[in-house]
T-cell receptor, first 110, second 115 residues
Framework: SQQGEEDPQALSIQEGENATMNCSYKTSINNLQWYRQNSGRGLVHLILIRSNEREKHSGRLRVTLDTSKKSSSLLITASRAADTASYFCAPDTGRRALTFGSGTRLQVQP | GAGVSQTPSNKVTEKGKYVELRCDPISGHTALYWYRQSLGQGPEFLIYFQGTGAADDSGLPNDRFFAVRPEGSVSTLKIQRTERGDSAVYLC?????????????FGPGTRLLVL
């Protein structure tokens, strides 16, 4: 499969703590994107990291990419209850459509 | 501007019936995608349009599923002889195809329940 696989499947933390989610994939990629989904509805794009980048920041989000290990991580710092959602990675393997794993379900307790 | 919109939000139908799901992409986006998401799973690709033509329909599960985009904007996903296993959230996304590996913008989805 060319899809990314997120780990852990579920994560529960307290508000203010950091949340780290990991993504592994199997083939070489052009870039990798992270998306968030609230309540099983539409996905929202969070961040895109290109294959020649190692780290990227956007607000409270930090994404790393290790192409040698075929893995990426998403760190959310100082989490808030509103960060409660499912998070998906989508490695771009050259195919136009995105392929998603089962996601990480993050629960931030107030 | 407005985002991707999908109608209806929810659709309940009986097994064997025909349904149509509509997607209005962001104005100017030439690429349009349909995904299906079952409970607890990530979205699964169905079909991708570039303009009016289906550039990749390899994700359609069988010939009961069909999608059109006659004028290169609005798209309709059509499901014939619905089965209970078709119950899922159907997501539509659009993107600016000219921008290489661009972001896809998703609609809120249509929740289909086949009884």
């Amino acid at each position: 499969s060319q899809q990314g696989e997120e780990d852990p499947q579920a994560l529960s933390i307290q508000e203010g703590e950091n949340a780290t989610m990991n993504c592994s994939y199997k083939t070489s990629i052009n870039n990798l994107q992270w998306y968030r989904q609230n309540s099983g509805r539409g996905l929202v794009h969070l961040i895109l990291i290109r294959s020649n980048e190692r780290e990227k920041h956007s607000g409270r989000l930090r994404v790393t990419l290790d192409t040698s290990k075929k893995s990426s991580s998403l760190l959310i710092t100082a989490s808030r209850a509103a960060d409660t959602a499912s998070y998906f990675c989508a490695p771009d393997t050259g195919r136009r459509a995105l392929t998603f794993g089962s996601g990480t379900r993050l629960q931030v307790q107030p | 501007g407005a985002g991707v919109s999908q109608t209806p939000s929810n659709k309940v139908t009986e097994k064997g019936k025909y349904v149509e799901l509509r997607c209005d992409p962001i104005s100017g986006h030439t690429a349009l995608y349909w995904y299906r998401q079952s409970l607890g799973q990530g979205p699964e690709f169905l079909i991708y349009f570039q303009g009016t033509g289906a550039a990749d329909d390899s994700g359609l599960p069988n010939d009961r599923f069909f999608a059109v985009r006659p004028e290169g904007s609005v798209s309709t996903l059509k499901i014939q002889r619905t089965e209970r296993g078709d119950s899922a959230v159907y997501l539509c996304a659009s993107s600016l195809a000219a921008q290489g590996r661009e972001t896809q913008y998703f609609g809120p989805g249509t929740r289909l329940l086949v009884l």
